[in-house]
Nanobody, 125 residues
């Protein structure tokens, strides 16, 4: 069965950095675009970043552009999210997801087929 397992979350001070990882199994990783989403308490799940199957096309939410970087290692079936200059408003549960739209990762939640369980990121002020 397909599994996406996130790791790397935690508590960090504002201005700090974290690197999230998402290890995929049970699917042909190269056949999927990968995305990162987040959900804060009381809010809807929102798009953060996406990367196509080659890693050559990435897109970001305006709120994280210039601070976050998404990347992938197809040999390791893993996608990463490097988060720098973190702000308290980045506090959320972060989810990775896989989309069959492999050529260009979508930003819509409903275009992703598989989801991880999430990892908590808390940024203190």
């Amino acid at each position: 069965q397909v599994q996406l397992v996130e790791s790397g979350g935690g508590l960090v001070q504002a201005g700090g950095s974290l690197r999230l990882s998402c290890a995929a199994s049970g699917l042909n990783f190269r056949n999927y675009a990968m995305g990162w989403f987040r959900q804060a308490p009381g809010k809807e799940r929102e798009f953060v970043a996406t990367i196509n199957w080659t890693g050559g096309i990435t897109e970001y939410a305006n709120s994280v552009k210039g601070r976050f970087t998404i990347s992938r290692d197809n040999a390791k079936n893993t996608v990463y999210l490097q988060m720098n200059s973190l702000k308290p408003e980045d506090t959320a549960v972060y989810y990775c997801a896989a989309s069959a739209n492999l050529w260009r990762g979508p930003s819509e939640v409903n275009r992703y087929t598989y989801w991880g369980q999430g990892t908590q990121v808390t940024v203190s002020s």
